[in-house]
């Protein structure tokens, strides 16, 4: 187990058994006062991916160990009870379905020549480690909240991956006010050139207003460039078996210090991205990607409905 990734049960006894939370008092303190600790929900999505190659039988709708390996949590990672196997197999698989989708359309715009991928909220996004072969193709740069950041740079070098220079991590809290678009520029970041953007579940995190202004600078990125933003919708519009699950992660969320803050409707977010300047916009229904990417399944592995994909092009 890494030195400082404590057992998030620890955290999660008294607060939340369904939903732990990572230990936001271990690790160590980074510049700006923040625990260097990653994020609990980009742990348990990471966790989320490798248990898929575990537990669901092949063929993967997406294989992604890595996360697991930088989180190297203790052997009894598999009864975290949100990692039951039947209870949370939905959440589990929209997970890798949207992480499927996102990897297909960056394959799709590198073969476009497109050279620059930023991934908005990155947690253990692993590509860069998984896809070497795209390090002569791509410059990825990953922001994300300083302290999560911070403890992923130091668990790349110490499991040997290290921050090769085509990726460029920058650090950056989109609640915080600050200039994030002048922070990517300054890691090399080239607004000039066509971009493919990625951030999936960011958004269900951010007040509305932090995302309509990150909406509105993503508008300003250079022809040719796409978004792929994932947005949570309200309960209402899940299918009604997977309501429930919903409903109870809620304040498991809020105690694990990641609350749901914000759902969206598609149309509301459509006239968001339309209203913060995209003119081509479109709507990925998370059934439409089951359909894609599950279809085939026999084991009755099926994404739950409750998040879809906001894709925009400048
Ligand atoms: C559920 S994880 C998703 C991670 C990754 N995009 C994925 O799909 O695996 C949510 C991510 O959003 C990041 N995040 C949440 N609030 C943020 C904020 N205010 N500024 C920057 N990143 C934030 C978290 O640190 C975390 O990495």
Avoid at 87 to 112: C, H, K, N, P, W
Avoid at 233 to 241: H, V
Avoid at 278 to 285: A, K
Wanted: contains cysteine.
């Amino acid at each position: 187990m890494a030195a400082a990734v404590r057992d998030p049960r620890r955290k999660a006894a008294g607060r939340s058994v369904f939903w732990p939370g990572t230990d936001g008092e271990s690790g160590h303190i980074v510049a700006d006062g923040q625990n260097e600790v990653p994020d609990s929900s980009a742990v348990r999505v990471a966790l989320w991916r490798a248990l898929h190659v575990q537990a669901d039988p092949p063929a993967h709708v997406f294989e992604d160990e890595v996360g697991l390996r930088l989180v190297a949590p203790d052997d009894g990672w598999r009864r975290r009870p949100d990692m039951d196997p039947q209870g949370t197999s939905g959440f589990r698989a929209a997970i890798v379905a949207r992480a499927r989708f996102v990897e297909d359309l960056v394959v799709e715009a590198a073969d476009r020549g497109v050279a620059q991928y930023v991934v908005l909220g990155a947690g253990l996004d692993t590509f860069a480690q998984r896809r070497p072969e795209f390090g002569s193709r791509l410059r990825v740069f990953e922001i994300d909240q300083p302290g999560t950041q911070s403890w992923k740079r130091r668990r790349l070098v110490e499991l040997g991956y290290g921050v090769p220079d085509w990726l460029r991590l920058v650090p950056v809290d989109f609640e915080a006010g600050g200039d994030w678009w002048g922070q990517l520029c300054a890691a090399g970041f080239d607004p000039a050139r066509p971009a493919l953007v990625a951030c999936t579940g960011v958004t269900m995190y951010l007040s509305k207003d932090a995302t309509t202004a990150t909406l509105r600078r993503l508008a300003g990125l250079a022809p040719g460039s796409r978004l792929a933003m994932t947005f949570t919708l309200p309960t209402e519009l899940l299918d009604e078996a997977d309501r429930p699950a919903l409903e109870a992660t809620k304040p498991q969320a809020q105690a694990a210090g990641t609350p749901f803050v914000s759902f969206y409707t598609p149309q509301e977010m459509l006239a968001l991205a339309r209203g913060a300047g995209f003119e081509d916009v479109r709507h990925v229904s998370g059934r439409g990607l089951a359909e894609r990417y599950f279809a085939d399944r026999t084991d009755g592995l099926r994404p739950s409905s409750g998040e879809d994909f906001l894709m925009a092009a400048t």
